[in-house]
């Protein structure tokens, strides 16, 4: 099959690789229809996880037809249209029955926090992703869903890790009605918290970036007011004036290690492996809520041994809430609100990149050219 490869920090390309095979009973082998680029790759792209190796494909955002089940698989059948959670779970340990499938005990032998992901690095368990022609899928009874015939492909693929994720960012922001409501990154996942603040009844919604258009894409999509904090000394100064100089009452981070990196965090990421990026956006949020208000941290970070104003987070008597979004739990209501057209999430997606081309993608997504706020990778695509 063809599959991206990772070849080191900005080295992508596209190769030959061997078919995924069933290596357990409860195996599928997943044929990908449509996947995506997260902005979360751009930190396994630029080096700053670590433990990210030669060879691996990534993408963990995928849509497919079911092309091969092991013997134990009960829920699903060759030729069903699946949405597959970038969470792999075994769905009976622990944390698993409570809920916490992103922190499966028995998928991921790399870490004692973080579960499975697919593509995402050896510290998520090493399983290849889906910017391939086929992915494997363990624990095919658990995780995959049908796709709903009423669901569109693209918005079905955005389901399966953006939308879940900013939705889970302002539902642990716990948003009570007419909140102030203030979003670091106006990228996929911050956009839709941006726009899941509004269903859970906050008042004033506000994003913050840097990218024009990005900033544009939160006035029109997520009916957000924008603030670029490029064009303002003290961006924490600024969001207290506009807050009454009291600060908002939930904060999301929406950035986490910030994928561009600095040359710092590139010797300490890519080279050293002690960090992912820097908690600039972090410690905005800490400093931009008021006190006894509430800190959801939804953006991607690896070990960070830089500075986290923690105590000022304790003194201000801050709740900090944070985890990778245990996606499955929050398709039922989402897959509400999509039917009942308050959410449309293909409307954020601005490429469609053929597989091949993805190398260009990254590029292009990376260096935000062209407008790119979600790229969508199409296997088999001319």
């Known amino acids: 099959m063809r599959a991206m490869v990772y070849r080191g920090p900005y080295k992508v390309r596209v190769e030959e690789k061997d078919v995924p095979r069933i290596e357990h009973p409860n195996d599928a082998i997943v044929r990908v229809t449509t996947a995506a680029i997260c ?168 994003v913050v970036d840097h990218l024009d258009d990005r900033l544009e894409m939160a006035r029109t999509f997520a009916y957000a007011e924008t603030v670029n904090f490029t064009r303002h000394k003290d961006i924490v100064v600024e969001l207290k004036r506009v807050t009454g100089w009291l600060g908002a009452d939930r904060v999301i981070d929406a950035v986490g290690a910030e994928a561009d990196g600095n040359l710092l965090q590139h010797v300490t990421g890519a080279k050293l492996k002690l960090q992912g990026g820097s908690p600039i956006a972090l410690n905005w949020a800490i400093d931009s809520v008021r006190k006894g208000g509430t800190v959801s941290v939804m953006g991607a970070y690896g070990p960070i041994f830089s500075a986290v104003k923690f105590g000022d987070a304790l003194n201000k008597g801050l709740t900090l809430r944070m985890n990778q979004a245990p996606v499955k739990r929050q398709w039922p209501r989402l897959f509400e609100h999509m039917r009942s057209g308050y959410l449309k999430p293909n409307d954020i997606v601005t490429h469609r990149i053929p597989l091949e081309h993805i190398a260009e993608g990254y590029h292009m997504f990376s260096a935000k050219l062209d407008g790119c706020i979600k790229p969508l990778v199409v296997p088999g695509a001319d």
Request: hydrophobic content about 40%; charged content about 15%.
């Open 39 to 206: 902005g979360s790759d751009l930190h396994l792209y630029h080096g700053l996880m670590p433990d990210t190796r030669v060879g691996s494909t990534f993408g963990h955002e995928f849509v497919g037809v079911v092309h091969e089940v092991g013997p134990s698989v009960r829920n699903l059948a060759v030729g069903d249209r699946v949405m597959v959670p970038f969470n792999i779970y075994c769905g009976t340990c622990f944390f698993c029955a409570r809920g916490l499938y992103s922190n499966c005990h028995n998928v991921n032998p790399n870490a004692t926090a973080v579960g499975g992901i697919y593509g995402y690095s050896h510290t998520t368990g090493g399983y290849d992703g889906a910017q391939a022609e086929y992915v494997r899928v363990p624990f095919a009874d658990v995780g995959p869903t049908i796709v709903p015939d009423w669901m569109d492909e693209e918005d079905a693929v955005l389901c399966t890790d953006a939308l879940a994720t900013g939705y889970f960012g302002a539902q642990l922001a716990d948003i009570t009605e007419s909140d102030v409501v203030v979003v670091f990154g106006a990228g996929p996942v911050g956009l839709f918290a941006a726009r899941s603040a509004w269903l859970m009844g906050a008042g004033r919604v506000i």
